[in-house]
């Protein structure tokens, strides 16, 4: 594949990525949720699921240095959607435990992500071809990450 194919490819991608993200049909926002970042949502996430997780684990799974989670930590907990604790596997460090607000927020966005992904996968005519795009965008993600 030549410069000039490669760059059609990466320009229709962006059309693509960028008409699917702008739709009205999937944009799914809320008022509790205006202004959290992406990061601040993976952060959300991966409370939720770990609850006794301490910060230099965040750090480690999301592929980021701990004064960027650092930042976005202080964003969080001013919104009160997490706070930091002292957790009981390590007493030298700080964990985050997710707020009631905190639970909110991740629910409606687990909520609205689903019907977004949703109806991505809806898209395919079979569970063979969502299963061929999962194969590949976990390959996508294993070799960008």
């Known amino acids: 594949m030549n410069i000039e194919e490669k760059d059609q490819q990466i320009e229709e991608f962006a059309d693509l990525w960028h008409t699917i993200f702008n739709s009205s049909k999937l944009n799914v926002c809320s008022e509790k949720l205006e202004g959290v970042t992406p990061l601040d949502i993976s952060i959300l996430r991966v409370v939720g699921r770990n609850p006794e997780v301490i910060l230099r684990e965040i750090c480690k799974e999301l592929h980021i240095v701990s004064s960027t989670l650092t930042s976005a930590v202080n964003r969080l907990e001013k919104r009160n959607f997490i706070k930091r604790v002292i957790t009981n596997r390590d007493l030298r460090s700080f964990g985050l435990e997710l707020t009631e607000l905190g ?19 809806d898209a395919l005519d079979s569970i063979e071809e969502r299963e061929t795009f999962v194969r590949l965008f976990r390959k996508i993600v294993n070799k960008t990450v």
């Open 103 to 121: 639970r909110q927020a991740l629910e409606e966005h687990t909520s609205g992500e689903r019907k977004i992904l949703g109806s991505i996968l």
